[in-house]
């Protein structure tokens, strides 16, 4: 069975930058495309990014573009999402996510999720 074990949630201010992290176990990670959800309050998760088993496709939500950075560590396995710039409204819980999946990744829809990590932007 897939785990998922986010951290590095926390507090920042407007403009700051945060890195999360997600340990993956119990399945082959070089198998798993790996992405990042959130969920603000009183909204519906989203999408946030996605990054191929293969590691050379990613994929951003418009609204993080350029500010976010996902990346994976195979040896480590582990994924992480390096956030730039951050703004208020990215204040959500953060959910890491993962499935054996291979193309569009536009269409990743993963089956496995962690606990979430807390993210406040503070203006």
């Known amino acids: 069975q897939v785990q998922l074990v986010e951290s590095g949630g926390g507090l920042v201010q407007a403009g700051g930058s945060l890195r999360l992290s997600c340990a993956f176990s119990g399945r082959t990670f070089g198998t798993y495309t790996m992405a990042w959800f959130r969920q603000a309050p009183g909204k519906e998760r989203e999408f946030v990014a996605v990054i191929g088993w293969s590691g050379s496709n990613t994929y951003y939500a418009d609204s993080v573009k350029g500010r976010f950075t996902i990346s994976r560590d195979d040896a480590k396995t582990m994924v992480y999402l390096q956030m730039n710039s951050l703004k208020p409204e990215d204040t959500a819980v953060y959910y890491c996510?993962?499935?054996?999946?291979?193309?569009?990744?536009?269409?990743?829809?993963?089956?496995?999720w962690g606990q979430g990590t807390q993210i406040t932007v503070s203006s």
């Open positions: 996510a993962a499935d054996r999946f291979s193309s569009p990744l536009q269409r990743f829809v993963p089956r496995y």
